[in-house]
C-alpha cells in the first residue's frame, strides 16, 4: 500500500486526504492543532472556517457555482459535508461551521486509511515525511513559521510571499469605453492599460468617498504588517488629498481623447489575462469592505457599472510563485516527491483551496496506482483555476479565486447575462466530456 503524508488538516489537506484513502491510499494526517494554532484558528476541529461561514453562489452562472458541480462530481468530502450541514442562505451556499469542521473530522478520523497525527511538522527534513511515497504541504496562509521557512529555504530566494495584497478584477465588457482610453504613460498608441480619467471634483470625491467608506478591521496579527510598497488605497488617501493624485492615480504623460486635456487623475485598469476579458485596478489593494468597494470604485468614470469578478482584500499570506514552485502536478521543482495544495499554492478562497486538495489528492493517488489523469481543460471551472497556477512564470503572480476570467473568452460579445449562462453551458459540457474520458465518472 503506498503511504503519503499530509501537513495541515485544513480544507485541502482533508479533501486530499479523502481521494487519497478512497482510492486505497494509506495517509497519516498531520495537525498541529491543538497543540498549537494560527493567529486565526481557535477550534480544535479539521477543515476549520476561520472567518465566513459562506461557500459563496451556487449555479452555473458563477464559476464558483461551477466549481461546486465539478467537486461534488469528483466526490468531494469537502462538498458532502457543506450538503449535510447547509444553513439557508438565499442563493449561496453556507453551513454551519460547527457541524461542517464535526462532520468532516468525524468521517477522516474514522477512514480506515487515515490516521490523524495531532503535531506540528516544522522541517521538509522532519523524520516523521522520510520513507512516504509523496508528502502534501496543505499548511494553509497561515502555515506554522518554522515549516514556511523550511519551505522557503527549499523553493529559494524570495519566493514564498507573507501578504495579500489583493486589487479588485472587473470583467473588461462592464467597462463604458465612451470614457475610459488606452495608452500607457506618455505612449498613447499602447493597448496594455485602459485609463479612467477624472476631473477635479470626481477626485476629491472620490477621495473623500475611501476616508468615509466601512473598512474591514484588522485583526490584532494583521497590524502593521503592509509593506509600504502595497499600501492599502485608502491608506494613501489619508496621507493627503493629493496623495493619490501623485501616486498611483498619477496623470503625466496622458490626454484624454474625449477633451483633449490632461486629466486630473487617472485611475489604470490592467489587463489580466490574455483573452483580455478582466481588468486588475492598478494599485486598488484595499480593506474597504465589500459592499463598499463595489459603491466606491463604481463612482470612477468609466466604472458606473463594473462587474467585479474579484474583490480586493489584505491580510497575511503564505504562498508560492506557483508557476516557479511547482510543476504541472503541484509538485515542488525543487523537491520531488513534495506537493503543495491549498491557498499556500496561489488559490485563493475556502472552496478552491478544498478544490486544489481534492484534484492533488485524486491524481496522485492514480499516479501512485500507475495511471496518469488529464488536467481539466481551462473551460472548466476546476482547469481554469489549477490553469492559473501554470500562468507563464511572473514576478506578479498572486491569488486568485475561481472566476470567469481565468477561462478562455468566449467567440462572440453577448450581453452580461447571457455571457455568464454560455460561460457556464460551455463548462457543463467540457466537464462532462473531461470526466468521461478520464474515466473519473462516479
Ligand atoms: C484570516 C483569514 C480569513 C479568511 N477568510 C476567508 C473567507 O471568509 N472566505 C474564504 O473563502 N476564504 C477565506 N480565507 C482564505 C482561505 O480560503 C482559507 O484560509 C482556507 O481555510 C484555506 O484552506 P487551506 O486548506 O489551504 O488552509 P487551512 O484551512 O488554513 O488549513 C491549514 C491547516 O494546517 C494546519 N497547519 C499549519 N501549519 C502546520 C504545521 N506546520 N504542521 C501541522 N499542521 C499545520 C493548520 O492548523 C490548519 O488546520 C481566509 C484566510 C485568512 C488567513
Known amino acids: 500500500m503506498a503511504e ?221 504588517k503592509h509593506f509600504e510598497a502595497c499600501l492599502p488605497v485608502e491608506a494613501m488617501a489619508e496621507r493627503g488629498e493629493m496623495t493619490l493624485a501623485f501616486g498611483p492615480l498619477k496623470p503625466v504623460g496622458f490626454t484624454d481623447p474625449n477633451t483633449g486635456e490632461r486629466p486630473f487623475a487617472i485611475v489604470q485598469l490592467r489587463l489580466e489575462n490574455k483573452d483580455r476579458t478582466a481588468f486588475n485596478l492598478v494599485g486598488f489593494q484595499t480593506k474597504l469592505k465589500y459592499p463598499e468597494q463595489k459603491r466606491i470604485f463604481r463612482m470612477i468614470p468609466g466604472l458606473e457599472n463594473a462587474e467585479f469578478l474579484r474583490l480586493g482584500s489584505i491580510h497575511r499570506n503564505t504562498y508560492v510563485n506557483a508557476p516557479q514552485a511547482l510543476d504541472e502536478t503541484l509538485q515542488l521543482r525543487k523537491r520531488p516527491g513534495f506537493y503543495l495544495a491549498g491557498q499556500i499554492t496561489g488559490v485563493e478562497g475556502y472552496l478552491e483551496s478544498a478544490a486544489c486538495g481534492l484534484w492533488l489528492g485524486l491524481s496522485l493517488a492514480h499516479r501512485l496506482n500507475g495511471r496518469e489523469v488529464a488536467v481539466p481543460p481551462r473551460e472548466t471551472a476546476l482547469g481554469a483555476l489549477l490553469g492559473h497556477l501554470r500562468t507563464e512564470p511572473d514576478k506578479e503572480f498572486q491569488p486568485s479565486n475561481v472566476n470567469f476570467g481565468l477561462m478562455p473568452g468566449l467567440e462572440k460579445k453577448m450581453k452580461k447575462k447571457l455571457r455568464k449562462e454560455a460561460y457556464g453551458i460551455r463548462a457543463q459540457e467540457v466537464f462532462a466530456a473531461w470526466i468521461g474520458e478520464a474515466g473519473l465518472k462516479g
Not at 494526517?29 to 477550534?43: D, G, I, N, V
Not at 469537502?78 to 449535510?84: G, I
Request: charged share 25%.
Open 4 to 224: 503519503v503524508a499530509i501537513i495541515g488538516g485544513g480544507l485541502a489537506g482533508c479533501d486530499a486526504a479523502w481521494q487519497l484513502a478512497q482510492a486505497g491510499i494509506s495517509v497519516t494526517l498531520y495537525e498541529m492543532k491543538p497543540e498549537k494554532r494560527s493567529e486565526a484558528h481557535t477550534e480544535d476541529g479539521l477543515a476549520e472556517l476561520v472567518c465566513s461561514n459562506s461557500f459563496r453562489a451556487t449555479g452555473p452562472a458563477a464559476a464558483i457555482g461551477l466549481l461546486k458541480e465539478e467537486m461534488e462530481a469528483l466526490g468531494s468530502l469537502v462538498m458532502e459535508a457543506a450538503f449535510a450541514t447547509q444553513v439557508p442562505a438565499g442563493g449561496a451556499l453556507a453551513v454551519d461551521r460547527a457541524l461542517f469542521s464535526e462532520y468532516i473530522t468525524g468521517k477522516i478520523e474514522s477512514h480506515e486509511n487515515i490516521t490523524v497525527v495531532r503535531k506540528e511538522i516544522t522541517s521538509l527534513d522532519a523524520e516523521e515525511l522520510s520513507g512516504r511515497d509523496a508528502v502534501i504541504i496543505a499548511a494553509g496562509p497561515l502555515a506554522g513559521v518554522d515549516l514556511t521557512e523550511s519551505l522557503m529555504q527549499t523553493v529559494g530566494d524570495a519566493r514564498l510571499y507573507f501578504y495579500d495584497a489583493i486589487a479588485p478584477i472587473i470583467s473588461a465588457d462592464s467597462v463604458d469605453y465612451s470614457k475610459a482610453f488606452w495608452g500607457s504613460r506618455w505612449k498613447p498608441e499602447d493597448d496594455d492599460y485602459l485609463n479612467c480619467p477624472m476631473d477635479e471634483d470626481e477626485y476629491k470625491a472620490f477621495v473623500q468617498a475611501l476616508l468615509d467608506g466601512e473598512k474591514v478591521k484588522p485583526r490584532e496579527f494583521e497590524k502593521e
